[in-house]
């Protein structure tokens, strides 16, 4: 591989013009476009998880790039007799990071409480471990999920900022430490240092490897710093064996075969790159059992290809004048597309899929890249060139001033911070979701006690426990068939004839016996209005969060409904409720919030609880309303198994609420005050339908 110089020694990007820098001496060609890559796959990611499900590999991108430049920047300061100068580099570091990290924290904690102060919670958190970059070891302690779209935080981004924070704290010493016991950094000595960092990378992805648990949420091996090192690692690894080492062709190699190589691995890396970001999924096990390390593995390939400035047409696309300008910029725009598309959303309200949900990638593309190049250019470029002492020595002295701009500016900037200090203070604990579902819980434990106590068959008393039911033990292949289930598995009697519509001891939501005509219709009131005496829905925190506008809208409905519910548990649940007499002419069933089918034997599941309801009661089945990649493959598998039975019925939330924006809070899933109106509403309609 080729000698390969790098930046100057600043490590900082600091000249304005993408032309001048290139003419700099010390710079990799191509490293501000692989960068635009980055974070436009991460972006693209949050936008449109389901066209772009692999984005998230553009901080792995990131990872690469920063272990290579960091690496090279600290060879060639101990190559160059200068020693590491530790608080220098680090200096440098904070020059780099601090400046538009704070921005980022002040205005978009403001903006958050202007907007949707739910969007705060967990914020005081958030500030701690963005400025003791430990965002990541924080989050996994208080047991937040990167990967639950329903649980947004504000500045979710921070965590890879902490883990390579910490790359460069450490890294200096441990690099040095290796430099000193390899003797010196020759050909052999660099060699070896090379082997132990690619060790090391190998390790860390094993370790992703072991510690992740299919099924479960892999957070903790994904903002984990051993588990996730690896790219920092393989970056610092390719920069130690480039580093200062002469060109050498492998031994029965010839020089011609190497340039060919050279050539072909940048290509090649840029293609499976790309089949990732494409194809690879968050929640598929290969992801953490080797998918982000082929990410990885294919960004240092692209690094060496710039690196070794091979092969010439890929440099000339990563250094067009568009791509560097967005590479020069990526730090800004990691930082401020996240708080932009959550406060954006949030002042919407429009919802995914719906006509209108294309205002929010517009809005937010365009204010992300406006704020990262006013950012870059005020902010971060003044204090990367200059300094912070001189930065500020220059505000105070614009202060004491004629210029009444100066002033203004300095009172609007005083403002912001106190602004964005009060609210960081005074963030609520929980979400208004979480309220509305506490207090409707609170309303369905409460009712469900005023029946049992009037002896009524209300609702199921039986499978309510507020975990949820263990799926393992809801597994179709468990059941019994001639236990507890007496239908075969095409969910027809083996004797031909129905228990329930039989069973003396069988009662109807008045505490009658029941019969075949009051399995017609829901049931109505002396008025002629439907009650919901002849309705009982099961369901997760979306039924639950609804309960309250149900409620009030059919007055005797029964509800079973509790969160983390999915699928899975469906068919215990309303087994119990059949056992106690609470099933009715018709059940509503409003499952699938928690991952849809995704889950193994989910469909099963379903089709399990639809033979225990038994083709004698009507079922109304709702859709799932989501920004997760599934929602759409859920809502059209439900669909299709509902097709299949005359007596199950779909209820299309998610076209209504696609219609209908502003029903739904923060977490562009559950209705808002508005929404469990709309969803009491359409539930009605569905209802006077069967009941015509």
Known sequence: MTTTTSRPESGEQTAPDPTARRRTAGHIRGLDGLRAIAVLAV?????????????????????????????????????????????????????????????????????????????????????????????????????????DATQPELFQPFWSLAIEEQFYVLWPLVLAGLVLAAGALHRHGGRSIAIAVGAAAVVSGVLMAVMYTPGDDPTRVYYGTPTHAFGLLAGAALAIAVTGRPAAAPAGASRSDVRALTRALPVVGLLVLAALVALLRDDSSFTYRGGIVLGSLAALALVAGCASEQPGALLKVLELRPVVWVGDRSYGLYLWHWPVILVVGAAFGDAPGSPLWWRVPVVALALSFALAHLSHRFVEMPVRRDGFRAVAARAAAALRGPRPGARLAGVLATVLVLGAVVSVATAPAVTSTQRAIEAAQREIDRRAQEQAGDGTTGGDEKGTDSTGTDPKSTDPKDTDPKGTDPKGADGQDPDAKDPDAQDPDATDPDGEQGGDDEAAGPGRDAQGAIDGSGVVGFGDSVLSGAAPALFDAFPKIAIDAKPIRKWLDAPAIVRDAKDAGGLRPVVVLNFGTNGGFKFDGSREAFEETLDIIGPERQVLVLTVVGISYWVDDANAELTEIAKSRPNVHVVDWHAYVAKHPGLLHSDKTHPNMEGIVAFADLLREALEKLDS
Do not use: C, K
């Not at 600290?74 to 990071?97: Q, T």
């Open 43 to 147: 972006i693209a990611y949050h936008l449109w998880p389901a066209a772009v499900p692999g984005g998230f590999l553009g901080v792995d991108v990131f990872f690469v790039v920063s272990g290579f430049l960091i690496t090279t920047l600290l060879l060639r300061r101990m190559g160059g007799g200068g020693g590491l100068a530790l608080r220098d580099f680090w200096v440098r570091r904070a020059r780099r990071l601090l400046p538009a990290l704070a921005l980022v924290l002040v205005v978009g904690t403001l903006a958050a409480r202007l907007v949707e102060p739910d969007l705060l919670v967990g914020v005081r958190r958030q500030w701690l471990g963005a400025w003791t970059f430990s965002t990541n070891w924080l989050e996994i302690a208080a047991g937040s999920s990167y990967f």
